[in-house]
């Protein structure tokens, strides 16, 4: 019997066989959640056409419990992030890069979660040569504790330092890993990431064998609360993209919060986009604060967050983290540190008060997997494409099409020289 045969059932339990990299199976033998490639989700999406998968950043377990409640409810493959600001050496969350897959492994295992899930590192950000050094280092020791996915960002640094970086640095990611690159630097507003840029990346990292899944870019993306719809670019992303076609890369798409179910709908239909990262409007949800269908938290004329009634954290909690957040001096911006100090008393509240939380979360990624990014059914097209490899390794989506002879570093350099840049005001938005 072929595998497209087998009843749904008997189809995970071979992707759960065969599906989970060693890592992962080596970490949690008797799990039944399947924790894959990063590969897998993009693949997933790719198999359904014009689908986007929601990549949740997880600020707290509120979200991952929701998060997975809405994947299973929606059939939906699914990644779970944390940037490395967030959840890094110098983290302001309690979720991090060490600790994510064992919480989102009990999670999944309590819930009875069967669609695949993916763990990525995102934003791992590289902005110096000693920061390369250092991730040769954590970099290992991420993918030992589970995690099945990375971001390598350096596009911080000048086009050619950032390619010489993502081609150090992949020799550090199993090869059966998700892997995104990033582009121009996230800096603002405006749509600063060029065709010649990206495909100056791509192209230089074909050259040497690599194939990344996707390629953020900054193309109107924000972080954090916004005070402006401005938002996302889509004719400029679509005109990279089909740039990047021979090469098969994928799009990530950054800082969703300000953009529109309008204009994310769009990423999904006029783009190759197959992940979104979600992360402010999660956490403010989870917590009770109002969000519009921008993902943008609202303020009173007091410029104070406004609370849903019943909603979120208990008042009495929600009075202490206001006035924790005041007493450091924050801006509304700065709430997402409220993270990490609170963790414990949120767990803490009474079972009503958690149930709730969870339940903002999921009401609200369900919504966006099903009726804005497309992305049901694409966990078992997932589970579909585990049994076709007939491994946890889905291989690379392009083989190389650039001469090696090429792109060697003078001549990368040289290429970079020459590239079309638009210039802005440096930013610094590594989550």
């Not at 994928?250 to 992360?279: D, M, P, W, Y």
């Not at 491994?391 to 001469?403: M, N, P, T, V």
């Amino acid at each position: 019997m072929s595998t497209a045969a087998l009843p749904v059932s008997e189809k995970f339990e071979q992707a759960l066989k065969i599906g989970r990299p060693p890592s992962v199976a080596k970490l949690f033998p008797n799990s039944r959640a399947l924790i894959v490639s990063g590969k897998v989700v993009d693949r997933a999406m790719i198999a359904k056409g014009k689908a986007m998968a929601i990549a949740a950043n997880a600020r707290n377990r509120f979200v991952i419990y929701g998060a997975l409640r809405a994947a299973q409810k929606a059939d939906a493959a699914l990644i779970i992030e944390i940037a490395k600001s967030e959840g890094g050496t110098g983290a302001y969350c309690a979720v991090n890069y060490w600790n994510m897959a064992a919480l989102v492994d009990a999670a999944a295992n309590e819930l009875g979660i069967t669609v695949p899930v993916a763990l990525h590192a995102d934003h791992y950000t590289i902005k110096n040569p000693a920061d390369v050094d250092r991730a040769k280092v954590e970099i290992p020791t991420m993918f030992e504790a589970g995690l099945t996915s990375i971001a390598i960002d350096a596009s911080h640094m000048p086009d050619e330092e950032n390619l010489f970086a993502c081609e150090t640095l992949k020799t550090f990611v199993p090869d059966w890993a998700g892997l995104e690159v990033e582009v121009g630097e996230i800096k603002g507003k405006e749509g600063l990431s060029t065709p010649d840029e990206a495909l100056f990346l791509i192209q230089g990292l074909n050259a040497r064998g690599i194939s990344p899944d996707w390629i953020a870019l900054n193309n109107g993306t924000t972080h954090g609360i916004e005070e402006s719809d401005a938002g996302i670019q889509v004719d400029l992303t679509a005109q990279i993209h089909k740039v990047l076609e021979p090469y098969r890369v994928s799009g990530a798409q950054h800082g969703t919060s300000g953009n529109s179910f309008e204009r994310l709908g769009r990423i999904v239909r006029e783009t190759r986009t197959t992940k979104a990262n979600v992360a402010t409007a999660l956490q403010m949800l989870s917590w009770g604060v109002k969000v519009n269908d921008y993902g943008n938290a609202f303020v009173d004329e007091a410029g104070e967050f406004v609370r849903l009634p019943g909603a979120g954290v208990s008042d009495e909690l929600w009075t202490d983290m206001v006035a924790y957040a005041t007493d450091k001096k924050w801006k509304k911006g700065d709430y997402k540190k409220l993270n990490l100090p609170f963790e414990n008393k949120l767990w803490a509240e009474p079972a009503a008060v958690r149930a709730r939380m969870i339940s903002a979360v999921e009401d609200f990624v369900y919504h966006l997997l099903t009726d804005v990014f497309n992305a049901s059914g694409t966990g078992s097209l997932g589970i579909d494409a585990i049994l076709a490899a007939g491994s946890h390794d889905l291989g690379a989506k392009a083989g190389r099409i650039e001469d090696p002879a090429e792109w060697g570093r003078d001549k990368a350099i040289a290429r970079a020289k020459a590239l079309h840049r638009e210039d802005a005001t440096k930013g610094s938005f590594d989550d």
